[in-house]
């Protein structure tokens, strides 16, 4: 298995253009998350998924969409990247939602991805 | 804000002596910590969990305490070794909402 990947690894943006992060895990989770983490600070959660074609708001949502067409992939978009927005992106799975169903509730990780915009 | 915190960003111990690193949270109904261990340019790991339910918590030369009195955990590593210098961070888990991180501390182990 290999867990959580992430593409792409780094990325360099000027303000106003647009990208996608790929996140792809293959541990059949139903849960998908994406975080960012900014220098000296912990993950703050900005979109998650609780099954395929759902999506919700985080903790700081705001200038990100995400779509979760298939289970095993969790897309994070920028439509137009602003340099606050600078920062490493982490992308985790889980199996439940707090062990209700009998499964770990752990979430894993992804690498992360670095994201610069000038 | 955040609802949890740790309350020292960097520890230094000597290789083989004993870590413990301590978090505090604010939500007296938070029932389910998580803590996580993130080296240099990696993912955050999972080490060990605990629920409102337990106290103590042991895994493998960890072990985590909760005192939900106070609203303190702490996580302690036996015999700290080279390879567990890394950023280590508490984390309460909302379920299918996520996580809620506190700022972390930097275990820095001194040969």
């Known amino acids: 298995n290999a867990g959580v990947t992430q593409t792409p690894k780094f990325r360099v943006l000027k303000t106003g253009q647009s990208m996608t992060l790929l996140c792809a895990q293959d541990m059949n989770h139903e849960y998908m998350y994406w975080y960012r983490q900014d220098p000296g600070m912990g993950l703050r959660l900005i979109h998650y998924?609780?099954?395929?074609?759902?999506?919700a708001k985080g903790e700081v949502p705001d200038g990100y969409n995400v779509s979760r067409l298939k289970k095993q992939n969790f897309l994070l978009g920028l439509e137009s990247a602003a340099p606050s927005q600078t920062s490493v992106y982490f992308c985790?799975?889980?199996?439940?939602?707090?062990?209700?169903?009998?499964?770990?509730?752990?979430?894993?990780f992804g690498p992360g991805t670095r994201l610069t915009v000038l | 804000g955040e609802s949890v915190g740790l309350h020292l960003p960097t520890l230094s111990v000597q290789e083989g002596d004993n870590s413990i690193i301590n978090c505090a949270y604010s939500n007296s109904a938070s029932d389910y910590f998580i803590w996580y261990k993130q080296e240099s340019g990696k993912g955050p790991q999972f080490i060990i969990d605990i629920r409102s339910n337990m106290d103590k918590r042991q895994g493998q030369r960890v072990t985590v305490l909760l005192n939900k009195t106070v609203k303190h955990l702490s996580l302690q590593i036996a015999a700290t070794q080279p390879g567990d210098s890394a950023v280590y961070f508490c984390a309460e888990n909302l379920g299918a909402d996520g996580l809620t991180f506190g700022k972390g501390t930097h275990l820095i182990i001194q040969p």
């Open positions: 998924s609780v099954g395929e074609g759902t999506t």
């Open positions: 985790a799975s889980s199996y439940s939602d707090g062990g209700l169903a009998g499964g770990t509730d752990t979430q894993y």
